[in-house]
């Protein structure tokens, strides 16, 4: 395996992959898994909590793996970008298997290396990823393995993503035994799927509840009428609402409101959208009735929000 590193890089995404297959190796009794570090000219990169890693090569001198890992973190512009995106699409062209962790598929995506093929990112980064990359199929789970991509949401999902690639090379005995060692409490599948947003952890609440909840998720520039979702659900809408007072103390309507004002929230940081075009997306009629919404749940105005492309 090989992490290309760019500047501001999640340490901790690397360290959970790389040790995952340290413990695999242990567990193994034998160096199965085999790792190196390269940076666009071999220099040491900085990460994201202000740590500095020497790398092993340079992008020149990069002899080809088995699979190669973008490492991204914190933001999808670098110095060295161009020079990444060249090397990337020329691995491509070679039908190199590349993975990304983190915003790492932000990069893959940008260097053509993801059309056609399924992919995942961090919850905080995936509506403007969708929006940047509409032909992509960007999900909400926490890894993807479609052909010869590996994609990652970052953090603890690094190391469900290589605890399901020992899972496939040396057996699921070994990769729950890898788990255990890490106090993991379960090998993740692809299908398990990233929190919603900020404090939203479902794991825990009814299946159904999940179901109208991923429902709204996915229906954000076209919002679905309370009477379908309560359909969706198998409920009559006096069911759906006593779920939703019961288990999140809020009504169908308004969580609805509030998934789809943090996705406008995410596409004023992470876009040049303009405010319209945002409010658009995420269901708003009219760019006026968004300000009110979005002042309502934030306390202040969504030009504050704005921010510069990253």
């Excluded at 970008?81 to 090397?87: G, Y």
């Excluded at 009110?292 to 030009?303: I, M, T």
Aim: with cysteine; aromatic share 8%.
């Amino acid at each position: 395996m090989t992490f290309l590193l760019v500047d501001r890089f999640p340490m901790f995404s690397l360290a959970s992959a790389a040790d995952t297959m340290r413990t695999a190796n242990e567990t193994f009794d034998r160096e199965f898994y085999k790792w190196t570090t390269v940076s666009v000219d071999g220099e040491p990169v900085m990460a994201s909590n202000g740590m500095k890693l020497n790398v092993d090569c340079s992008l020149r001198n990069q002899p080809r793996p088995d699979i190669l890992f973008v490492c991204a973190g914190t933001a999808i512009d670098f110095p060295e970008k161009p020079a990444v995106l060249s090397a990337l699409r020329q691995w491509g062209r070679l039908g190199w298997t590349l993975g990304a962790l983190t915003l790492g598929s932000h990069v893959l995506a940008e260097a053509g290396q993801l059309a056609g093929h399924r992919c995942t990112i961090h919850w905080q980064n995936r509506a403007g990823f969708r929006e940047t990359f509409p032909d992509i199929e960007c999900t909400s789970n926490v890894y993807e393995i479609d052909r010869n991509r590996y994609t990652s949401a970052g953090g603890t999902t690094s190391m469900d993503l290589f605890l399901e690639i020992i899972r496939r090379d040396l057996g699921l005995a070994i990769a729950n035994e890898v788990a255990g060692q890490f106090q993991h409490e379960r090998v993740r599948s692809p299908a398990d799927r990233q929190r919603l947003g900020p404090g939203r952890d479902l794991t825990s609440k009814p299946v159904v509840l999940r179901r109208i909840i991923e429902l709204m998720a996915e229906n954000l520039e076209h919002p679905v009428s309370v009477v379908e979702l309560a359909k969706e659900g198998g409920l009559s809408v006096r069911q759906m609402e006593r779920l939703f007072a019961s288990h999140v103390e809020t009504t169908p309507g308004r969580y609805y409101v509030v998934l789809r004002l943090e996705r406008a929230r995410a596409l004023l940081r992470q876009t040049p959208m303009s405010i319209l075009a945002v409010a658009l997306a995420t269901g708003f009629a009219s760019q006026s009735y968004f300000a009110h919404s979005f002042r309502q749940k934030f306390g202040y105005l969504p030009s504050k929000e704005r921010r510069p492309a990253r």
